[in-house]
């Protein structure tokens, strides 16, 4: 990857003429079934300008309650767009259909918001990484469309998806009206995401939202154009080494006292510290002092991700420290 971005042929990507971007643009359009693509350099922008091109100020926009684009974006859907959020709980990122359909409809009459955007989150961060299936996905557009409402779909590792359930990314994509796509995180990029949809949103997306934001001028965008389709090459096929050391971390340590462990579906490992009536924090700091670095997410929970730099020997570092502290700490109250 690192050859890819020095060998990089640098053009000017706000004229259009830079050949790494152009070439990446095209390959996330071809890859999710969708008109057109834009690369930016987080998939928080790309999440931010899917809601700035679908809705007004004032528009009700419906979102999963534990999506990464409420809580871990700072809220800028209000901040920004203006949008007001109906947060609705998903199960394992599945929104019911009738609550949904319920939000939408406008019961109060003409004082009844409008809804312009449903977006929902797959693979879902906060759930440990589970997959919506496409008939969900599919069923939720369908209802949106009926109530002229677009739907955004925060897919930022659905290549994870993809490699676990053997459906091509287009599936998953194609009903959508626009997708955020991750180029680092499981695929190892350094920064960038892709923004897919219509050839007009996009087009909005490129002219107008990223100017607004104040991220129009991405200079020498090719370096990471570059290493985004290098990614895109190379780094997919091994997302399923990935799935395989997050089970083997979740089975390693299942039987512990104290924890909840999830079933992975993908690279995380969901654990819930309930069980033994201490804060994940304490299981968090005692891991780091052993070099196993976790994620807090929740007073209860924490979370152990499988990537492209953790290896079998870490897998069994990380088992091994981990069985050490959960009998420590887990069954000590
Ligand atoms: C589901 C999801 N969406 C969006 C993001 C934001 O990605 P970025 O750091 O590129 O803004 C993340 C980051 O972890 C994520 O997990």
Known sequence: MWSAMQEAEIGWPQRGDDRNVNELERYG??????????????????????????????????????????????????????????????????????????????????AHPRTSLIALESPHNDHGGTIVPVDHIEALTELAHAYGCHVHMDGARIHNAAVATGVPVRQFTESLDTVTISLNKGLGAPVGALLCGSAAHIAMARERGLRWLGASGMHRGGLFAAAGLYALEHMVDRLADDHLRARKIADGIRDLPGINVNHPETNQVKVSTEPSGRLAEDFVSALAVKAVLVTLREPYVFKMMAHHEIDDEAVELAVKEARTVVCELGSSQ
């Open 29 to 110: 359009a071809e890859l999710t079934g969708l008109e057109a693509c834009l690369f930016v350099f987080t998939a928080s922008i790309a999440n931010l300008l899917a809601l700035m091109v679908a809705t007004s100020r004032g528009d009700q926009v419906i979102l999963d309650a534990d999506s990464h684009q409420v809580w871990i974006e700072g809220w800028n859907l209000a901040y920004i767009c203006g949008v007001y959020p109906r947060l609705i709980k998903s199960e394992r990122g599945l929104m019911p259909l009738d609550e949904v359909r319920a939000a939408l409809d406008g019961w109060r009459g003409p």
